[in-house]
């Protein structure tokens, strides 16, 4: 985990790092947890094509929504990873390409 104050987003995960915005945030099991469902999706797809389809599921819910959070929240990988965050057991369980049953 890296800490980084001036990170726009208040965390992120860009393999194989979870960046952080405060060092408080490293207690944080629901946020961690989340940004790890997003690194095994980066692993799946072999971390470059994650970040294309990532920009590529934005730009369409960008156009689909006109609005930025929209756009955002609805973006197949964040689908997947705020619906499972609270579930710290997830991962086990995970199954290979699961964010492909949140595409719309």
Sequence with gaps: MLILPKL???AMAIF???LLKN???QKDLVLLNHEKIHLQQQLELLIIPFYLLYLLNYFINLVKYKNHYQAYY???FE???YHFEEDLNYL???KLYNWTKFLR
């Design 8 to 10: 726009p987003a208040n």
């Design 16 to 18: 194989p790092f979870i």
């Design 23 to 25: 060092s408080s945030q």
């Design 74 to 76: 609805n973006i197949c």
């Design 79 to 81: 689908r997947e990873s």
């Design 92 to 94: 086990s369980k995970r």
